[in-house]
């Protein structure tokens, strides 16, 4: 059983950055893809960033171009780096491991497994 821990988050300003990690166990991390997903107060969990095991990457469009998805398999760790953050970016974030491959990228939490507890990030104005 896959066991995941996200670590990082905390309070910064607006236009601050912020990086999280996920680390991974029970499973050869390398072959799965892996995404990240946020609940904000009162709202559902969104997807966020997905990346294959090829180290292709997928954004929501609320994210594209001040997030970025990476990963370290010799560490079993997927990162997310938070840049350029917005008030509207706080949120419990979550990695999670997609459960099969395919060949587009999946935003569904069905999708997904191994949810860990969430790392909370909070962003001032």
């Known amino acids: 059983q896959v066991q995941l821990v996200e670590s990082g988050g905390g309070l910064v300003q607006a236009g601050g950055s912020l990086r999280l990690s996920c680390a991974a166990s029970g499973r050869t991390f390398s072959i799965y893809a892996m995404g990240w997903f946020r609940q904000a107060p009162g709202k559902e969990r969104e997807f966020v960033a997905a990346i294959s095991r090829g180290d292709d990457t997928y954004y929501s469009d609320p994210v594209k171009g001040r997030f970025t998805i990476s990963r370290d398999n010799a560490k079993s760790t997927v990162y997310l780096q938070l840049n350029n953050l917005k008030p509207e970016d706080t949120a419990v974030y979550y990695c999670?491991?997609?459960?099969?491959?395919?060949?587009?990228?999946?935003?569904?939490?069905?999708?997904?497994?191994?949810w860990g507890q969430g790392t909370q990030v909070t962003v001032s104005s």
């Open positions: 999670a491991l997609k459960k099969t491959w395919s060949p587009v990228p999946r935003t569904s939490e069905s999708d997904y497994e191994g």
